[in-house]
Structures are given as C-alpha cells and as structure tokens.
C-alpha cells in the first residue's frame, strides 16, 4: 500500500503547478498545521498531562510555551519560504517543490518544517495545558511525522531526485541539525 501511495505522490508532485495552485496548497497546508493538528494534539495529549506529575509554575510554562511557538513558527516559515522561492513549490506534495531543496535550513537538516512543527505544538501544548501536554503533543508529532517521511515521503524522493537526493540523504541529519556547513558537491 505504501508503494501505491508513494508513486501517486511522486507522479503529482514532480508536476508544475501554477502561482494558484501553489498559494491554495500553501493556505490549506497552514492550517492543517496550524489549527487541525494542534487542536487534535491537544485532544490526546490533554488526558495524558493529568497522568504525568510534572509541577511547573505557570509562568514558566508560558515563557517556554511562547519562545517554543515562536522558535518554531519561524524555522517553518524559514523553509516555507526557501522551499517557494528555491523549489518554486510548496510543503504541500500535490504543489511540491520541482527541484531538490537543499539550501536554507535544509541544509542543516532534512526536515526542517517538522522541527519547527513539533517545536511550536509543544509550545502550544505548554501555553494551551501545560508542559506535560507540550512534550506529550511534541512526541506525538515527532512519532507520525517520523513514519509519514520514512514511508512516504523518503521513497518518493528516491524516484523523483534519485542521486542528488541519496547524496543529501547520506551528509544531512534527518531532523536535529547540524550546524556546520555542509561540504558542496
């Protein structure tokens, strides 16, 4: 099954859209990360903040919370905007870039939109709940997001950019980043 899927999105992905196209894929991508998935991060994550005694004063679960969201809100729009302006595509796979992105914050790591994703649901999480809903909400994501890149979306990278995509592959850190520069070529 993941086969299937895979060649459909790499069919559809390598194809050209239009600046409509992308700006519609673009708004219904934000808000399913910025409003569906947080809402129902919090659905699950909010029975579990309960179980785990973690005593925090609020304050701090509302300084952590606001700098997490705000850290995180601008690593995804950093590589929105790399993956717009060099990939001339969006996160979204049916407007995906047409070229291989590996500039910006790619390349310190490969998934740079879901760092900054599960950075600001844990900032949600803490500001929403609390720090325990944060770091609950924050692996949950990094636990979906991690199988959807390893089934889906590592594959369909493989058809689509073959070579050049193995070689990033192999010298960029799939999600904490490395700091150093990248050695070209």
């Known amino acids: 099954m993941p086969e299937r899927i895979v060649r459909f999105v790499a069919r559809h992905g390598s194809k050209p859209r239009s600046l409509v196209t992308r700006l519609w894929a673009l708004l219904g991508g934000s808000a399913l990360f910025l409003v569906v998935a947080p809402v129902l991060l919090i659905l699950v994550a909010r ?17 952590v919370g606001s700098v997490a969201v705000l850290k995180g809100l601008a690593i ?3 590589a929105v905007v790399t993956f717009w302006r060099v990939g001339k595509g969006t996160p979204v796979p049916v407007a995906a870039p047409q070229q291989l992105v590996v500039s910006g914050p790619f390349r310190y ?8 994703a599960c950075t600001a ?3 949600i999480g803490a500001l929403a709940v609390s720090l325990t809903a944060g770091i609950a909400m924050f692996v949950f994501a990094l636990a979906l997001g991690t199988a959807y890149h390893k089934l889906i979306e590592e594959p369909e990278l493989r058809l689509r950019f073959g070579e050049p995509y193995e070689e990033y592959r192999r010298t960029t850190p799939f999600i904490v980043p490395r700091f150093r520069r990248r050695k070209p070529g």
């Open 47 to 63: 029975p579990l903040a309960g179980t785990i005694p973690l005593e925090v004063p609020r304050t701090v679960e509302v300084v």
């Open 121 to 123: 649901y844990f900032g």
């Open 109 to 116: 790591c490969r998934n740079p939109i879901k760092l900054g």
């Open 76 to 78: 995804m729009l950093w």
